[in-house]
């Protein structure tokens, strides 16, 4: 299944990350954000470190279901957005302010922007807020 960029970027960080097997980084231009898209193929992902990204370009696929590509899970994107600067994988935060303070909430982030609605037959959208 293809994973598309949902803003304009900059990717920061592609590679392998425990608990989310191939993980791509993308710096949003004009959102002071960060996209997290995890559980990705590498091998023949379609972007590299510091290329820039339009919206809805192809990225990447998701990774095998059941294998280290999605840390041993079923076949699922792990979407996240967070507003801090720098390279950031924590997956769970220790309380809710916290979680509010850093971390965006994705389905409103999609919603401003009014992006397709993805059925699970397309893919299924794992959000971390």
């Known amino acids: 299944m293809p994973v598309y960029a949902t803003a304009a970027g900059t990717v920061k960080y592609i590679g392998q990350v425990a608990g989310y097997g191939g993980v791509i980084l ?3 231009e004009d959102q002071n954000s960060t996209a997290l898209y995890g559980h ?16 809805g370009q192809l990225l990447a696929y998701l990774g095998a279901g ?4 999605t840390a041993g899970e079923r076949k699922h994107l792990h979407f996240a957005l967070y507003r801090v600067p720098g390279i950031r994988f ?14 965006l909430n994705p389905q409103n982030f999609l919603q401003e922007r ?3 609605y993805i059925t699970e ?9």
């Open 26 to 28: 993308v710096s949003l």
């Open 40 to 55: 990705i193929r590498l091998y023949d992902a379609l972007v590299k470190q510091d290329n820039r990204v339009k919206p």
């Open 66 to 69: 059941f294998s280290p590509e």
């Open 90 to 103: 924590r997956g769970h935060e220790p309380d809710a302010s916290v979680l509010n303070e850093i971390w």
């Open 114 to 116: 009014q992006a397709v």
């Open 121 to 129: 037959e397309t893919c299924v959208l794992d959000a971390t807020y």
